[in-house]
């Protein structure tokens, strides 16, 4: 194998597909980015056998098609330190040389045939050509229409706004694996996804092109979320929809191209039942409280700046026109502030971890939002519209 090709674009694809890498699997191949060099493209590999990346980079200058397997690692760190424009990659057997201008690197890899497969997303097949009448009585051919089973589509801006509204709230660890995931269910031309750790819940609801009629469901592991949000969040300039394929054990995401670029994303599914999240949402509301995103927000974290590890709770008391805002911890002190709001109910006081409000709160784009509640022993629920919907579980205030 030997390409020359530009380094920003070789490190940006690089640094996509190091997140896949696992650095220590007892596999040596899996700690590496396979490269598959061929004509006027080449493509980054990377998986730790549960999610993969393919990285497809055109407009290369391949002298000489070929595959390697470069460890991830040292890769990225040589390509972090090179200045130079244009950089050249040749292999032979289990060694690639890296040249620059006043460099030379030699790096040890593996056996490229030890790699595991990496899914690509599935070409549209074509679809018979169908006969269309002409005034004359003469039969003449349609054009053929792509045969896209499954796959429906997304905007990019639009998942990763769904990604970021759900996303944190999933478990860190759990021995309920279903919930170090993210719920998808797609049906017609609704996505919704749903993540929840136990003591919160965030659900989001978008649009999406060509959804299955009847609900399809899956719950994608955190890992591969992040590294969807990842790939939008670097393509945030490019506009175009995310095509997306659902199938029985795993999900297949392939991005819209950021300069060149064309990321396809792979993931194992996970394997067991996510709570019925309409179940833990609350219904029956007898108060409710219409806030301003921005004020509350920084009242809430004033008061956290007095919270500790063992006393970790802000203390809410509405009233009419005003919501209060608390916490007291012996050892530190205790804090107070006061902003106006909009409130419909009986005066109550309740508290909350200021970490869950701050998390959900950030993500909401509007100017104000509403906090539904209904008693000091029973969560809260904050909405933006009807896109989305945040449940979190009370604390006790001491």
């Known amino acids: 194998m030997k390409v020359v090709c530009d380094r920003a674009t070789l490190t940006r694809g690089v640094q996509i597909a190091s997140g896949v890498v696992a650095p220590k699997s007892p596999k040596p191949a899996l700690g590496c980015i396979k490269f598959e060099s061929r004509p006027g493209r080449v493509t ?21 098609p070929g595959d390697s397997l470069i460890p991830a690692d040292r890769l990225h760190g040589i390509l972090r330190e090179l200045e130079a424009d244009t950089i050249t990659l040749s292999s032979t057997n289990q060694e690639t040389e890296i040249v620059a201008p006043g460099s030379r690197f030699k790096v040890l890899g593996d056996d490229p045939n030890d790699f595991p497969m990496v899914p690509e997303f599935p070409a549209p097949a074509e679809a018979p050509a169908g006969k269309k009448k002409e005034k004359n009585g003469a039969e003449e051919a349609k054009p053929a229409e792509p045969v896209v089973e499954g796959i429906f589509s997304a905007g990019a801006d639009d998942l990763l706004g769904l990604i970021k509204r759900t996303l944190f ?19 017609g031309n609704s996505l919704t996804l ?9 659900l989001a609801r978008g649009k999406c092109k060509n959804g299955p009629k009847d609900t399809a469901s899956a719950i994608v592991p955190s890992k591969a979320m992040l ?14 929809q995310v095509r997306i394929l659902i199938r029985e054990k795993d999900i297949l995401l392939e991005m819209p191209p950021v300069d060149g670029a064309r990321r396809i994303v792979y993931s194992r599914l996970v394997d067991g039942h996510f709570p019925k999240y309409e179940d833990v949402i609350p219904k029956d509301f007898d108060k409710k409280a219409t806030l301003s995103t921005a004020a509350f927000a920084a009242a809430v974290r004033k008061a956290a700046l007095l919270t500790n590890e063992e006393s970790r709770g802000v203390s809410l008391k509405f009233s009419e026109q005003e919501l209060v805002v608390t916490s007291r911890t012996p050892e530190m002190g205790e804090a107070e502030v006061r902003i106006t709001v909009e409130y419909a109910g009986e005066p109550m006081e309740v508290g909350f971890n200021p970490v869950y409000l701050l ?3 950030k993500v909401i784009d509007s100017e104000q939002f509403v906090f539904n509640l209904k008693g000091p022993n029973k969560p809260g629920v904050i909405t933006e519209g009807k896109l989305f919907t945040h449940v979190v579980m009370p604390v006790s205030i001491v």
């Open 194 to 202: 749903v993540a929840t750790d136990g003591r919160r819940l965030s």
């Open 44 to 64: 980054l590999l990377a998986t730790d056998l549960e999610v993969g990346i393919r990285v497809e980079l055109d407009k290369m200058d391949v002298q000489q």
């Open 169 to 187: 709230a999933t478990a860190k660890e759990n021995t309920r694996y279903a919930l170090n995931g993210v719920l998808w269910e797609v049906a």
């Open 359 to 361: 998390d959900a709160v």
């Open 227 to 240: 590294l969807i949000e990842r790939c939008l969040t670097d393509g945030v300039e490019a506009e175009g």
